[in-house]
């Protein structure tokens, strides 16, 4: 038996999973905002799967932050209550078990490795492109974390051939750079690229929308997206060369995307001839947790 938990701003979510990856109980509640307090829950809703199903030996989580190799404290997490803190040494006191807990992009690969879309992969790079860009890197059903916990962020790089995109100013990210690739393949940078091209806000789904009907402008807002993801992707192909590229978080429900990004990626790889695999997860919005899940699993860590 598994158990993850994915780890939001607003929600926690816990699932437990047979060692099939079949999925025996879900349930989500909001998240306690501060840290005696969200050790409390967990531990609370562990003792409620460990009551359902008997004592379960590990616990994986997935975080939308990582654990620094340096210090062993929580880094980088939006739910700010949780940086600076030993989670796993403070959970696996209170919980009495061992706790395994990567970044949620980690996560979200890992899943999509170990049985999702990228299943017939070795080296498989799982991508969030949702509110931020994440992304994680899985090599034979193992996340690769690297020694600054940072393999597969590729989200705060300059977007590659920056050449003020679209004529718009530069973008300033939160993180301090500028024009990073997050502020334009976002989900939230799609969207700016929308309102600079419609001169006023417009959400991501109505470009969308528009430019199946037609629309020229919004025709010239998802190209530039394809574009901008064709030579982020084809970076990564140049240094990496996956056998799967497996795309998650809103945008990955275009479906357009998967015929347009392999062909736009096309002239920015060093090869004459290229095959690539971008495909959309196969478990959705449920691939972070199923990932924190497989943590646990001796085959996979
Ligand atoms: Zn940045």
Not at 99 to 115: G, K, P, Q, Y
Request: hydrophobic residues 35%.
């Amino acid at each position: 038996m598994l158990i993850g938990f994915d780890i939001g701003g607003t929600k926690i979510e816990v699932c437990v999973m047979d060692d099939a990856g079949k999925e025996l109980k879900k349930r989500r509640e909001p998240t306690q905002r501060n840290y005696s307090g969200f050790i409390e829950q967990i531990s609370a809703m562990v003792a409620e799967c460990d009551q359902e199903f008997g004592r379960i030996e590990k616990i994986g989580m997935g975080l939308p932050g990582a654990i620094s190799p340096a210090t062993g404290l929580v880094k980088n997490a939006n739910s700010t209550f949780l940086n600076n803190n030993d989670l796993k040494h403070d959970l696996e006191v209170k919980l009495n078990r061992q706790v395994n807990i990567a970044n949620d992009a980690n996560c979200f690969a890992l899943s999509e490795a170990v049985d999702g879309a990228g299943k017939d992969g070795q080296l498989v790079f799982g991508v969030i492109v949702g509110t931020g860009c994440g992304g994680g890197f899985v090599f034979n059903k193992q996340v690769i974390v690297g020694p600054n916990a940072l393999c597969g962020e590729w989200g705060h790089n300059p977007l590659p051939s920056y050449n003020s995109e679209i004529d718009g100013p530069d973008r300033e990210c939160y993180c301090g750079r500028k024009n990073c690739i997050e502020t334009f393949i976002s989900g939230t940078g799609f969207g700016v690229t929308g309102e600079q091209l419609f001169g006023k806000p417009i959400a991501t789904k109505d470009i969308i929308e528009k430019y199946r009907k037609g629309d020229e402008l919004a025709k010239k807002a998802y190209q530039t997206l394809v574009d901008q993801m064709a030579r982020c992707l084809a970076s990564i192909v140049n240094i990496l060369d996956p056998d799967a590229i497996v795309l998650g978080g809103g945008l990955s429900n275009v479906d357009e995307l998967y015929q347009d990004l392999p062909k736009a990626m096309e002239p920015y790889i060093f090869s004459d001839s290229v095959q690539l695999n971008v495909l959309k997860a196969e478990y959705g919005d449920s691939s972070g947790i199923r990932g924190a899940a497989w943590l646990c699993s001796d085959e996979v860590k």
